[in-house]
């Protein structure tokens, strides 16, 4: 295809600067436990205007190149600087697209052609995969490469966490994501393995990290992590747009629950599992664009001790809403 080789709480609420723009309003209030949440996110962006037709076709890449962005590090751009993207449902062992239609007009895909490797870059991470209509489309280290519809100017990323799926490419096909100071990413498995999170800003993913869902007694089926720790959810914190209130000391009794791939969790509703970056640089896995947390006063896999803490704090349901139960 012709590569080139080449416990107080801060009186002021934070308000958190997503990595994702897939939380949309819904029709229920913080705290709510039975009203319906907004409809699913989907593989595009559900609350993105209609895009206009693909037009003349996908263009390709020319010189590659690596932009740095204050949240993901290092991210992949094409020659005119704009963010090259991945998609969750696609797949890199064997390289496959599963966007087309709809989903192509709001996410371009970038040609295969005479793309050149950005300095740095490995050129043989370069590749091609024929898509559905016989076209050829860009890949990096098997993942198909798109555009988004969105991204107007040269280091915009308004793609960076739609729908929970869309992410930004770094240079060796992975997730464009900072790693910690002295600390590498933690290595990403194929697609479809239960792939270990990522590092994200602030801090590299937990090992072992994780979420499933565990039955209590009092509490009936709730989140754990992966080390078996109720999760829980802050009353004051709101859905959209995303913001958390818990700061300061109120951080060293309720952590934050880490970035946790979908891979690993089991049971956990998918729609708008996205992750969040907080002002303090932690990035923060969230449920239905909820924060979750743990709580520093559980010590054992099964505690509820966070339970009811001061009216605000709650164990969390599969679907993402408060479990009131005293």
């Known amino acids: 295809m012709g590569?080139?080789?080449g416990t107080t709480l801060a009186a002021a609420a934070i308000a958190v600067v997503l990595t994702a723009t897939a939380c949309g309003t819904t029709d229920y209030k913080a705290g709510d436990t039975t009203k319906p949440v907004g409809a699913a996110a989907s593989q595009d962006d559900p609350y993105a205007a209609p895009a206009a037709d693909a037009g003349a076709g996908a263009k390709p890449a020319g010189q590659l190149a690596l932009a740095a962005n204050e949240q993901l590090g290092q991210v992949l751009t094409d020659s005119a600087g704009l963010t090259l993207y991945r998609f969750d449902k696609d797949t890199a062992k064997p390289p496959k697209s599963n966007c087309d239609g709809d989903?192509?007009?709001?996410?371009?895909?970038?040609?295969?052609?005479?793309?050149?490797?950005?300095?740095?870059?490995?050129p043989a991470l370069l590749g091609e995969v024929v898509r559905t209509d016989g076209s050829k489309q860009l890949t990096v280290g098997g993942w198909p490469a798109y555009r988004y519809?969105?991204?107007t100017k040269a280091g915009?990323?308004?793609g960076q966490g739609v729908g929970g799926v869309w992410f930004a490419l770094a240079a060796d096909g992975k997730k464009a994501a900072k790693a910690a100071p002295g600390a590498?990413?933690?290595?990403?498995?194929?697609?479809?393995?239960?792939?270990?999170?990522?590092?994200?800003?602030?801090?590299?993913?937990?090992?072992?990290?994780?979420?499933?869902?565990?039955?209590?007694?009092?509490?009936g089926e709730h989140i754990v992590d992966g080390k078996g720790m109720t999760v829980y959810r802050f009353k004051p914190d709101t859905q959209w747009p995303m913001v958390s209130k818990c700061v300061g000391d109120c951080l060293t009794k309720w952590p934050v629950v880490p970035p946790v791939?979908?891979?690993?969790?089991?049971?956990?509703?998918?729609?708008?599992?996205?992750?969040?970056?907080r002002p303090d640089g932690k990035k923060q896995q969230s449920v239905d664009c909820w924060p979750v947390y743990t709580f520093s006063g559980d010590k054992n896999?099964?505690?509820?001790?966070?339970?009811?803490?001061?009216?605000?704090?709650y164990a969390v349901s599969p679907n993402g809403k408060l479990i009131t139960v005293k």
């Not at 499933?212 to 509490?219: G, I, R, T």
């Not at 339970?307 to 605000?312: E, I, M, S």
């Open 3 to 5: 590569f080139k080789r």
């Open 103 to 122: 989903c192509e007009k709001t996410w371009p895909v970038v040609a295969a052609g005479d793309a050149t490797a950005a300095a740095g870059m490995d």
């Open 149 to 151: 519809n969105k991204d």
């Open 156 to 158: 915009d990323v308004n």
């Open 184 to 219: 590498g990413a933690a290595p990403e498995a194929d697609a479809g393995a239960g792939a270990a999170p990522e590092a994200g800003a602030g801090g590299a993913a937990e090992a072992g990290a994780a979420l499933s869902v565990a039955k209590n007694a009092k509490l």
């Open 261 to 277: 791939d979908k891979g690993n969790a089991k049971g956990i509703i998918e729609k708008n599992y996205l992750v969040l970056d």
């Open 301 to 313: 896999p099964g505690d509820i001790n966070g339970q009811g803490v001061g009216g605000t704090w």
